[in-house]
């Protein structure tokens, strides 16, 4: 076969598998997990993150880069839920800047999302952009119902 | 132009978020292009997305050539306001590291080694590809990745 022809199919697959690939990811992107029992954000490690929960009701913290377009997202996401619920608080951090806490919980990527309660305990965690409606059902207490699967 | 593009409050150029997977879509079809034809008119369309990359990271967004497309696109066919808006600031990396590797990219190729120069197109049109369909971010996944060998380097 003409070399030409050739390299038309090898793209053509490759763009096809990257696509499948891309899907793939992303079905597992943004993911609402319930946090694993005792595990919390430290308080210093809540004052380093600058994020004061006190008289909150719950709270979010949010580790990105200053490169990534997904964390915009989030951010909107978070704004939007602060907007809807009284003493809900959220920061933004640079992750790069908490490799501690980073490492400590296991952060892979950016954007991470950590969903806490007023004492700090990890309600929920999630990687990517997490659908609104799944941070409200953790807000709203039911941990486990829907964030299973 | 560029004045009368949307800023947000710390003055950062603030774009339509359908614009970068757009433009990823024409750089797909330009380097995939490239690859398959090789040869002179291969080399001209790298040598042409070296330079869109290059405009766009340099100059900004308001100046890439895609972007402009694409709001040309967007009038002429009314696709409607943005569903969402991002800063520049995130794509403009992007296009950063597309231009980095294009630039390896062009080098192995005017200095003879095809195999390798077509390789790193390959990669680029890969990257391309994944944000076009996906809009996955690559750059995410690595980050904390570098962060972290970066802090081990410093510490010795």
């Known amino acids: ?149 | 132009m560029s004045r009368r593009l949307a800023r947000d409050g710390q003055g950062s150029l603030v774009i339509d978020v359908r614009g970068p997977r757009f433009g990823a879509a024409i750089t797909s079809l330009v380097l995939g292009t490239a690859l398959v034809v090789q040869g002179p008119l291969g080399l001209a369309l790298v040598a042409w997305q070296w330079l869109a990359f290059a405009i766009a990271t340099f100059a900004g967004l308001a100046w890439s050539p895609y972007g402009n497309v694409f709001r040309l696109v967007k009038r002429r066919f009314d696709l409607g306001p943005p569903p969402a808006t991002e800063t520049e600031g995130p794509p403009r990396f992007a296009q950063a590291c597309g231009f980095a590797v294009a630039s390896v990219a062009l080098v192995l190729l005017l200095s003879g080694l095809t195999v390798a120069g077509w390789s790193a197109v390959g990669v680029v049109l890969a990257l391309s590809v994944l944000l076009a369909t996906t809009g996955v971010c690559v750059g995410c996944e690595l980050y904390l990745v570098g962060q972290r060998l970066r802090a081990s380097g410093g510490r010795g």
């Open chain 1, 1 to 149: 076969m003409d070399p030409m022809v050739l390299r038309a199919l090898a793209v053509a697959v490759g763009v096809v598998v990257l696509t499948l690939i891309g899907r793939w990811w992303q079905a597992r992107d943004g993911r609402v997990r319930p946090g694993e029992d005792h595990d919390a954000l430290r308080r210093d490690d809540l004052d380093a993150l600058g994020l004061d929960l006190r008289g909150a009701s719950a709270g979010a913290v949010l580790l990105g880069s200053p490169t990534c377009t997904p964390c915009g997202q989030v951010k909107r996401v978070l704004a939007d839920l602060a907007t809807k619920r009284d003493g809900f608080r959220w920061v933004y951090a640079d992750a790069a800047d908490h490799l501690g806490l980073a490492e400590q919980h296991r952060v892979m990527r950016v954007p991470t999302l950590f969903v806490v309660d007023a004492s700090g305990r990890i309600l929920a965690r999630s990687s990517g952009v997490p659908d609104v409606d799944d941070l409200e059902r953790v807000l709203d207490g039911d941990r486990c119902d829907g964030l299973a699967a």
